[in-house]
């Protein structure tokens, strides 16, 4: 039976090593990434306010938990046994969360900057390709790392929810605790909102990587309505080719499997606008499952596995 003293020193423990993480990763974000694309700015290969406007104040967040929060943990795990209590430096990171206001209102642009600037300078995308590939990134994208300082508020959310639940109610440091966690929730809430954005992002980064960059989707607008394979009828002979759709909701790609050994990748064939793209059911007298996709770029002839899933293409 682990007693109550235990659990909370696992939690307090758990507390410092995800914060010494933490601070790694927000290392990476602020002098690789941010260093390296302020210097390059600098040389005037692009505006400066741009990369100031991507990383906002990701330096003093940074310099803030590696200089204060940090080494009070630190200091507090060491002498643990005299002074067993988080609640109480908790609440001195609570007017800091402010900072995080800022960064998590940024964010949505800061993601746009980064992919329009991916593909308008092939200098900036150089470097954020270079710092991807160092062993501290983990190859992660950029946009992996940014979403590091969204997470980290609901994450000690969650630890000092934990902790509370845990704490005797008598205990000195219920009220701090108490008092960190009202305002680290509110805190929580816009970070949250963003975290559900980026997880769509995170969907529509992978299939960019399965199409091995041909077709730029990465933007917050974008959503991904419908995917799956379908065959292709050859309007010469009636053969039947193995395709794959992605359906966004501005475009839908039509696409060829790859033969790749390591995981699939597709090879764009058509881009067609959802704008003035209609989709019609063809009655064939065989009962085949076949239906037509038009649009201002080209018409196919399509085939779906069941009449169920041509029925789903249709309606959605």
Known sequence: QTSTEQKLFFIATELLTTERNYVQRLQLLDKAFYARLLEEANRGSFPVETINHIFSNISSIHLFHKEFLLPQLEGRMEAWEETPRIGDILQKLAPFLMMYGEYVRCFDRAMELVDTWSQRSPQFKKIITEVQMQKESGCLS???????????????????????????????????????????????????????????????????????????????????????PILKLSARNGAQQERYLFLFNSMLLYCAPKIRLMGQKFSVRSRIDVMGMKVTDIKRHEAVPVFQVCGTQRALELRARSEKEKQEWIEV
């Open 142 to 228: 950029l946009q992996h790392h940014m979403l590091e300082p969204v997470q980290r508020i609901p994450r000690y959310e969650l630890l000092l929810k934990d902790y509370l639940r845990r704490l005797p109610l008598d205990s000195p440091d219920r009220g701090d605790a108490q008092k960190s966690l009202d305002i680290i929730s509110t805190a929580a809430n816009h970070s949250n909102a963003a975290i559900r954005k980026m997880e769509k992002v995170k969907i529509l980064l992978d299939i960019y990587e399965k199409l091995d960059g041909e077709v730029d989707i990465v933007n917050p607008s974008n959503e991904l309505l419908k995917e799956g």
